[in-house]
């Protein structure tokens, strides 16, 4: 039986005692509690990471506009899991992409609230179905990596309540979510501004009192920064552990009174709770009753996916979004394609995963050559990168590094503050750089490599570093930095990308080259993240001057074949957690190389590769655009399948696509004196650029298919059902020749607060709903949507409630948010 635990047991459980895992606290029955990072796989706590499933990434998800699909997904990441040891996934992120440039864009749903609620809830609903719970995240008002641990996000309290608090809403009250996550940054919100940690008016005042959250309020990564407020406030677990500003801290406040013992019972009780629904609870814990025990935990799933491998290739085919297809030259047939041109720099390198914490390690990755291959093997096929995108080189090849030596590898000294040297020196591999669990009295270090180089050509050389470094190349001084690091460039993501020096080096016919690297740098102590020495070498055998001619290989070969497929899209340096993009251009010479490859062959496809909105100049001059998302380990299967039809891309954009950066309604969230001002309010994404009466380049809800659509007028309910919802029922009709998969979008129009007595405001039109079914070509078929009373209310500023105005509301049933479609007028 479990005993009566100790303030210090109960306050020691309140912060983790490792980076991913909390203390096991045997007085209570309770084992330790393991978190991994999501949301597109398992990233494991082990060393090295473990392989796991990896999925397309989170706005795909939302694409394919399918709970039972994000449902199918969802189940398959609480197996995973459960297979690797993991009781919480940090995921899913329900923030909402207020703008394109948003570092974490990808890892986010949508830039509607209803789309990312009902997304979120399915994929809720099936990982904890599992017995594995899920902490939903970043709550709240964390849109922008920004200076993203210190900004105030002053959000206007209607826009708070309709837009950015409504999917943390519905993971409380319709998902059953069995934890959240409170962000990095500060919040105006309730005459409070506080950091999300500490904020009692949005934790104990709205989301456990008001919706009554009875789970757990997880700390995001070293968010937390103060001992009273934020026990107070009602943050549940500090983590990472140990260390932190809890723990005897928050002991001595306790006996100081300044925190009453009945909130960290409260606490313990929830961590508790937390246990016992993922199974952590060897014995009676806490106060909790029998009937809490595996709280919504069915004994078998809904769904267990037998063949993860086909449900991964399933999914990318399904995401994908068809944004132009000209008189029909999608989908491919293989048996009329003689020759394939595959073309552009991530044909040859794909971009399937995000930086930042959403990394996974997956067991295999299916390249866009090789789906092809396999499903086109008759045709020739030849690949050509036609331009470089990225920033830096490649990570070296490890045989072409050694020490002074002649030793695989290169040297670390490492040495204290007095200069003397730490243990003796190591030689590490050249593949690895990051030197972790550096000792505690190592201040600095030196580090000492050589480079060499035979394959004629230009070669360029680099080495990454974080922190205060001196480098030298070949005895020439290439580098100076007095910027201190630490545990800023792991929340910056920084040092999963380092810049520093390089140098170009010419390799002539028969000639052998050094090059001879010294750099001495600090040991980078990054708190709960670990001591470590950041030296990434880097390499790529390439010459700037054969760019053109790379280029000119790539359009010959395009005018050859009967098809050329043209790949481009972003990468890690792009897209990451950590930091905001600064434009919304393809990086290098991408658009050249599709308007070269589209002028020389009539039939090109261009695939875009990318998780965020970019610009597309030569969108509506080119054949055929499917969208591809960061696709996962199955990229090139799923590729293979869209292009070819054996599975429908099916999937509708999530977010706006904008024609030109300047068209944007919000085109950053850089603070401006340390504060995020939300504008725009209730008018985000699509709302707001209706608003303002600007085109994209592809509507919110957008997306060809393989189908041929045509919509009746809607029929609406004539009063409320029981549940509180609208019936709205409309015929859909397959006028193509193939089947296909339709998806039929609700949106409403409603009354304006016209005198301004209410405080409130309505954008032109909202999304209420959506309907997704596969229909046989020239068959047509009734979809019902129960539209909920919520999407016809507005928060009333003035009455601090719900209202629903009374007026006349168009309900419209379309197929995007730009879409006339065919409407009904109701009264309420």
């Known amino acids: 039986m479990a005993s009566v635990p100790s303030l210090e047991e109960k306050v020691r459980l309140l912060t983790g005692e490792t980076s991913f895992t909390s203390y096991a606290t045997p007085s209570l029955g309770l084992e330790a509690i393991t978190f991994s990072d999501g949301p597109i796989g398992i990233r494991g706590i082990a060393e090295p990471a473990p392989t796991a499933a990896q999925l397309p990434n989170p706005s795909a998800v939302a694409a394919a506009w399918d709970r039972e699909f994000t449902a199918r997904l969802g189940a398959l990441i609480g197996q995973e899991a459960k297979r690797l040891g993991v009781d919480v996934v940090l995921a899913p992120v329900v923030n909402l992409q207020r703008t394109p440039v948003g570092g974490r864009h990808f890892e986010m749903y949508s830039e509607d609230p209803v789309l990312t609620a009902d997304t979120m809830v399915a994929f809720v609903r099936a990982v904890q179905a599992e017995g594995v719970g899920v902490c939903v995240k970043h709550f709240v008002g964390n849109e922008s990596e920004t200076e993203r641990t210190e900004y105030v996000a002053r959000i206007p309290e209607q826009a708070l309540r309709e837009v950015y608090l409504a999917p943390f809403e519905s993971a409380v009250k319709r998902a059953g979510a069995w934890s959240v996550m409170a962000a990095y940054n500060r919040v105006e919100a309730g005459g409070e501004i506080a950091q999300a940690t500490d904020h009692g008016f949005l934790i104990n005042g709205v989301l456990k009192g008001e919706w009554g959250f009875d789970g757990v309020v997880v700390s995001d990564w070293l968010a937390t920064k103060t001992t009273v407020e934020a026990a107070l406030g009602g943050l549940d677990l500090v983590m990472p552990g140990p260390g932190g500003p809890w723990e005897q801290k928050l002991l001595a406040a306790v006996a100081a009174g300044e925190v009453p013992e009945s909130v960290i019972d409260d606490k313990v009780v929830r961590i508790a709770r937390l246990a016992q629904r993922v199974g952590k609870a060897t014995d009676a814990a806490g106060e909790l009753s029998a009937g ?28 994908s979004v068809v944004l132009r297809n000209e008189n029909a030259m999608l989908p491919l047939d293989p048996g009329s394609v003689a020759s394939i041109a595959l073309i552009g720099p991530n044909a040859v390198e794909p971009f399937v995963q995000g930086g930042g914490s959403a990394f996974v390690n997956a067991p295999y990755l299916v390249t866009p050559e090789d789906g092809l291959r396999e499903a086109f093997p008759e045709a020739e096929l030849t690949m050509h990168r036609g331009v470089s995108s990225r920033r830096f080189a490649h990570p070296i090849d490890p045989e072409l590094v050694t020490t002074a030596d002649g030793e695989p590898g290169y040297t670390l000294e490492l040495l204290d503050a007095d200069g003397d040297l730490v243990g003796d020196p190591l030689v590490v591999p050249a593949s690895e750089g990051w030197n972790r669990g550096v000792a505690d009295d190592a201040r600095s270090a030196v580090v000492t490599a050589r480079v060499t180089l035979s394959t004629p050509g230009a070669h360029r050389v680099e080495a990454g570093l974080s922190g205060i470094h001196t480098a030298w190349f070949d005895g020439e001084l290439v580098s100076e930095s007095d910027e201190f690091a630490d545990a800023n460039v792991i ?20 000639e052998t080259k050094v090059v001879e690297i010294r750099v001495e740098c600090q040991v980078v102590d990054a708190a709960a993240y670990g001591r470590f020495v950041r030296f990434e070498l880097r390499h790529d055998a390439e010459a700037q001057s054969d760019a053109d001619a790379e280029l000119e290989a790539a359009v010959s070969a395009a005018s050859a074949a009967d098809v050329a497929i043209v790949i481009v899209g972003t990468n890690e340096e792009v897209e990451s957690e950590g930091w905001d993009r600064q434009r919304l251009a393809l990086p290098g010479r991408q658009d050249e190389l599709v308007a070269r490859v589209a002028a020389a062959n009539p039939r090109t496809v261009v695939v875009v590769n990318a ?11 080119v054949p055929a655009v499917l ?16 292009l070819t039809g054996a599975v429908e891309p099916s999937g509708r954009l999530p977010w706006t696509l904008p024609a030109t950066e300047a068209d944007v309604p919000v085109p950053d969230a850089v603070p401006v004196d340390g504060v995020v001002e939300y504008t725009e309010g209730v008018h985000v994404g699509y709302r707001g650029w209706e608003r303002l009466g600007r085109v994209p380049a592809r509507p919110f809800g957008f997306g060809l298919g393989y189908g041929t659509w045509r919509l009746g007028i809607p029929i609406a309910a004539e009063e409320w059902s029981p549940d509180d919802t609208l019936p709205v029922t409309v015929a859909l009709t397959n006028d193509g020749e193939r089947d296909a998969r339709g998806v039929v979008q609700f949106y409403l129009s409603g009354p304006t607060d016209v005198d301004g007595d209410g405080g409130w405001d309505r954008p032109k039109r909202w999304l209420a709903g959506y309907a997704a079914q596969d229909v046989l070509a020239g068959r047509v078929v009734a979809l019902t949507l129960r539209i909920p009373r919520r999407a016809f209310e507005v928060w009333s500023v003035a009455a601090q409630r719900w209202v629903l105005p009374s007026g006349e509301y168009t309900i419209r049933a379309a197929s995007d948010a730009r879409d006339p479609g065919q409407t009904v007028t109701i009264a309420l």
């Open 292 to 319: 809490e025990k595996g709280l919504d935990t069915p004994a078998e799933p809904a769904t267990r996916p037998s063949d993860v491998s086909a449900l991964l290739r399933e999914a990318v085919a399904q995401a």
């Open 491 to 510: 929340l910056d993501s920084s040092a999963n990308h380092p810049i520093g020096p390089s140098t170009v080096v010419e390799v002539a016919d028969g």
């Open 611 to 621: 998780g965020e909105p970019v610009i597309l100049p030569w969108l509506d001059e």
């Open 627 to 642: 969208w591809w998302w960061l696709p996962g380990q199955e990229a090139g299967h799923g590729l293979a399948d869209a």
